[in-house]
């Protein structure tokens, strides 16, 4: 398997080059307005991904150096800069003795550097997830239409094993590491900037193939079962983080505590995922490790995977409102009121 060399977004270059700024609350949601109409849009939305996945990159590189040679074990008490930490408040999750108004429950606090690493390694399996899952529509939907279509994908083949690979790498190391998940996610990909980075579907017309290239053709149909397997290997890379957080076990204590906005989206999301798994248990030949073979069964794991994503972002130690108004909206498109799943899969960016 050929890997192709380390190279960086054009995002990223010109993202370098800029002062960061705050993200407003409304970003998100103008990426979502032109998810609706990715087949025509979606290299704003891919250029939004790049730009975030690089914010908290930079997070996580803040953080790393707070923390220290030293690890998890002697973090750095200095918190993240101005810049960096607005945009990120987050909210306690912690257990209140009295219950009060929902929005005095979620108070702010000073973020630290192992709590900032979770929000920045949550951020990016959200921001990949729905890149991939898009690029996984968006070439499914072009093959239905232009079944005959002549364009090459070998550059975008090769990108898709690059990806595939370092997940399955790093799942293999893992194990070997010290610390948590975010914090080892986080000094590999330091060193590894592709991984968890969902490079874009980019075509070539057959008159733009070089003749030594002509005699390996990779079309559509084949980026697609690539970009499959790529998708089982995500899944997988999701299920070996099995650790939890000790702050959202805190929030379900007191029988006489108010539900709290995070305890109703936990609660939601529960109830979505209690019915999408009786749907898999209905369904015959269902296997875990391989590609669905209908359509319906691919978009209930599809589902699964968007039910495992928001299960992380709602059990980490802080969360911000932004963050929980995402995980509703994310929910939403996850439509279980006629007995079946019916699953929008327009993105919508994990805010900043």
């Given at each position: ?100 108004d929902e929005t005095e429950q979620l108070q702010e606090l000073p973020n630290s550097p192992l709590q900032d690493l979770e929000v920045a390694y949550a951020a ?106 790529s998708i089982l290997t995500f899944h997988h890379f999701l299920k070996m983080d099995k650790k939890k957080s000790g702050g959202v076990r805190d929030l379900f ?35 875990k490790k391989s590609w669905p073979a209908t359509e319906e069964d691919v978009e209930l794991l599809l589902g699964l995977i968007d039910v495992k994503i928001l ?42």
């Amino acid at each position: 398997m050929v890997l192709i060399p380390e190279e960086t977004c054009p995002e990223e270059e010109e993202e370098g080059e800029e002062e960061e700024g705050e993200t407003s609350s409304a970003d998100w949601r103008d990426v979502e307005a032109e998810g609706r109409q990715f087949w025509s849009g979606f290299a704003e939305v891919y250029d939004k991904y790049c730009e975030r996945m690089l914010l908290f990159d930079r997070l996580s590189a803040q953080q790393l150096n707070d923390i220290g040679p030293q690890g998890s074990s002697t973090p750095s008490p200095r918190f993240t800069s101005k810049k960096l930490a607005s945009p990120l408040r987050c909210l306690s999750l912690k257990k209140f003795e009295e219950p009060g108004d929902e929005t005095e429950q979620l108070q702010e606090l000073p973020n630290s550097p192992l709590q900032d690493l979770e929000v920045a390694y949550a951020a990016h399996i959200c921001l990949t997830w729905e890149l991939l899952h898009c690029q996984y529509t968006y070439l499914s939907q072009k093959i239905s239409v232009e079944p005959e279509n002549s364009c090459t994908y070998n550059y975008s083949a090769q990108q898709f094993q690059q990806f595939q690979v370092l997940l399955q790498r790093f799942v293999e190391n893992e194990p070997f590491e010290q610390g948590h998940r975010p914090e080892i996610y986080a000094q590999t990909r330091k060193s590894l900037p592709k991984l968890l980075h969902v490079p874009m579907v980019q075509g070539l017309d057959k008159k733009e193939v070089k003749e030594e290239e002509s005699d390996l053709k990779v079309l559509a149909p084949d980026l697609i079962k690539t970009i499959e397997s790529s998708i089982l290997t995500f899944h997988h890379f999701l299920k070996m983080d099995k650790k939890k957080s000790g702050g959202v076990r805190d929030l379900f204590g007191g029988q006489t505590q108010l539900p709290t906005p995070l305890q109703q989206v936990q609660s939601s999301l529960k109830q979505k995922e209690i019915k999408l798994k009786e749907l898999r248990k209905k369904r015959k030949g269902w296997k875990k490790k391989s590609w669905p073979a209908t359509e319906e069964d691919v978009e209930l794991l599809l589902g699964l995977i968007d039910v495992k994503i928001l299960r992380r972002v709602l059990r980490m130690a802080r969360i911000s409102r932004e963050q929980l108004l995402w995980c509703e909206e994310k929910m939403k498109k996850l439509d279980l009121s006629k007995g079946k799943l019916q699953r929008d899969p327009s993105p919508i960016l994990f805010p900043c």
